[in-house]
């Protein structure tokens, strides 16, 4: 079946620090793939998303580009704040008419002034 | 707009007891989810509907119930509460667009003991 792997975390970077966070996907067709966030005590957001092959999704300074040749999604931003530590979840859906998602296991995110 | 509301938000049952989550959801979606989030794990789907009086299963239907009688809400039931159960309950709604955003509840954190 469709699965999601995710670097396992946690991560904890400096203020103004470089992120990525590594994201492969399995799955047969063409899947959608999202990146969603889960700030303290709240629920998952959606952060970016990305339809087809080569698309960047963008948002909030952070951006993933679809690779189908490596069936990747890797999360990055240039420069990290204290207000970005959350979890984050890598996820795919097929769509198939119930627009169900497939999610990674999270990965937690911390950054420290 | 309040989006998607669960209620409540923590509960505590013994074993063999039974409860209902409650979601309702005021954006006119036609699909819902109920995922459940275990540590270290990510979300797994429990059970989704795609309208009023539809209903079908995810990846972890055992020890749970759902019904759809309305758009607005859709309840999950656990008949026989069991420690294995013991997690973080979200719900979530999309409306019937190719490779939409899922919003989502600010979750249930039930604990059997």
């Known amino acids: 079946g469709d699965s999601v792997t995710q670097m396992e975390g946690p991560v904890t970077l400096s203020e103004e620090a470089f992120l990525t966070i590594n994201c492969t996907y399995t799955a047969t067709g063409y899947p959608s793939l999202f990146w969603y966030v889960q700030y303290p005590g709240e629920g998952l957001q959606l952060l970016l998303k990305a339809t087809k092959a080569d698309d960047k999704g963008s948002n909030k300074g952070f951006e993933a580009t679809y690779r189908k040749e490596t069936t990747s999604f890797h999360l990055e931003k240039g420069s990290v704040q204290v207000s970005d530590s959350a979890v984050y979840f890598c996820?795919?859906?097929?769509?198939?008419?119930?627009?169900?998602?497939?999610f990674g296991t999270g990965t937690r995110l911390t950054i420290i002034p | 707009n309040a989006g998607v509301t669960q209620t409540p938000k923590f509960r505590i049952l013994k074993i063999g007891q039974s409860m209902t989550l409650q979601c309702t959801q005021d954006m006119n979606h036609n699909y819902m989810y109920w995922y459940r989030q275990d540590p270290g794990m990510g979300l797994k789907l429990i059970y989704y509907s795609v309208g009023a009086g539809i209903t079908d299963k995810g990846e972890v239907p055992n020890g749970y119930n759902v019904s759809r009688s309305t758009t607005e809400d859709f309840p999950l039931r656990l008949e026989l509460a069991a420690p294995s159960q013991t997690s973080v309950y979200f719900c979530a709604s999309t409306r019937q667009v190719l490779y939409n955003e899922q919003f989502f509840g600010p979750g249930t954190r039930l604990t059997v003991l």
């Open positions: 996820a795919l859906s097929k769509g198939f008419g119930n627009e169900k998602l497939t």
